[in-house]
């Protein structure tokens, strides 16, 4: 498999004879304001260009949307991605949204999902403390976020954790699929008086020790106004903690291959 890191989450990766557009942000730098109620709002988003052309990132067979925040799901996605696209979606909400969108060829990620010899499963996860989902507005803010697990016959497998907390689902997915590449969004968002979002430097360090053969790659990183945790300092935690030879924290328009 090639992995591409594009902008935030946003990746392409090709995977067993498919390509995947993975939640396409596309907008231009500094198109929207930050987040509000985030760290560092004053901050406009995203914070750097695509590296790439629009027209290299829509050259694939499918698009997976984890949910349909903007830094996931953006309105330049909206206005660019051609309708009849076939998009991958974690819910009937987020289905239904899309269909309001505009685009006729959604398909709901199950525990089985096929796309050619690939297979897609849906995985859990939680977009931020536990604490944060008490909060009715609150949880309607952060809403749900899915993870995706990828297999194929003649590929490893790959997990995509998405927009997650460190939470027993996800403990769960790597204990059960034993992944050899798992994505992580590693910026450590931060909602004031909230805290974290998604993951950060120990979560890295969690999911090495289940997997510890792992390729870890770390996105999410250094493109959104609350995701505060670099490149430079998350290399630095992972080679101090013996475990960066298993992490790849690849800069905007690199790709790994596994």
Known sequence: MNITQIRNATQRITYGGKSFLIDPMLAEKEAYPGFAGSARAELRNPRVDLPVPLADLLDVDAIIVTHTHLDHWDDAAVALIPKSMLIFVQNQRDEALLQEQGFTHLQVVDAATRIGDVTLMKTNGQHGPDAAYT????????????????????????????????????????????????????????????????????????????????????????????????????????????????????????????
């Open 135 to 258: 909060d009715a507005q609150l949880a309607a803010r952060l809403g749900e976020a899915c993870g995706v697990v990828f297999t194929h016959p003649r590929e490893k497998t790959l997990y995509l954790a998405g927009d997650t907390v460190w939470v027993p689902a996800v403990e769960a997915a790597l204990r059960q699929y034993q992944p050899e590449v798992v994505v992580l969004n590693a910026g450590w968002a931060h909602i004031i008086g909230v805290g974290a979002i998604i993951m950060g430097s120990e979560d890295l360090l969690r999911t090495h020790r289940i997997v510890p053969q792992a390729r870890i790659i770390a996105t999410h990183m250094e493109a959104i106004n609350h995701c505060l945790l670099t490149r430079a300092a998350l290399r630095e935690y992972v080679d101090i903690n013996q475990f960066g030879d298993r992490v790849s924290i690849p800069l905007d328009g690199e790709t790994v291959s596994c």
